[in-house]
């Protein structure tokens, strides 16, 4: 069983830029493809980004592409969403997702993954 612990969030203002964290444990995450999603107040939960087992592949959402970078330290079995130039729409709720059961490829898609942080709150102000 592997457990993840999302960190980082909080409030910054629009154009400003937050780091956020998602340590698993339990096992290692080193051939997962690790993905982070968001879900904002009246909205279903959307992708925003993942990467590879390897870390070599990523795959962005278009709302965030060019804006967020998305990395990991398989040393700390540690998923990173680094987030630049933040606007109010950005503001949600953001989960780290672990797909145990793939290729170790990124995808978009919920389904593909199989353990989820609990999340933690990202607010941009205007």
Do not use: H
Request: charged residues 15%; aromatic residues 12%.
């Amino acid at each position: 069983q592997v457990q993840l612990a999302e960190s980082g969030g909080g409030l910054v203002q629009t154009g400003g830029s937050l780091r956020l964290s998602c340590a698993a444990s339990g096992r290692t995450v080193s051939s997962y493809a690790l993905g982070w999603f968001r879900q904002a107040p009246g909205k279903e939960r959307e992708f925003v980004a993942a990467v590879s087992w390897s870390g070599t592949s990523t795959y962005y959402a278009d709302s965030v592409k060019g804006r967020f970078a998305v990395s990991r330290d398989t040393a700390k079995n540690t998923i990173y969403l680094q987030m630049n130039s933040l606007n109010p729409d950005d503001k949600a709720v953001y989960y780290c997702a672990a797909d145990r059961t793939g290729s170790g490829w990124p995808g978009a898609m919920e389904s593909q993954y199989d353990y989820w942080g609990q999340g933690t709150q990202v607010t941009v102000s205007s």
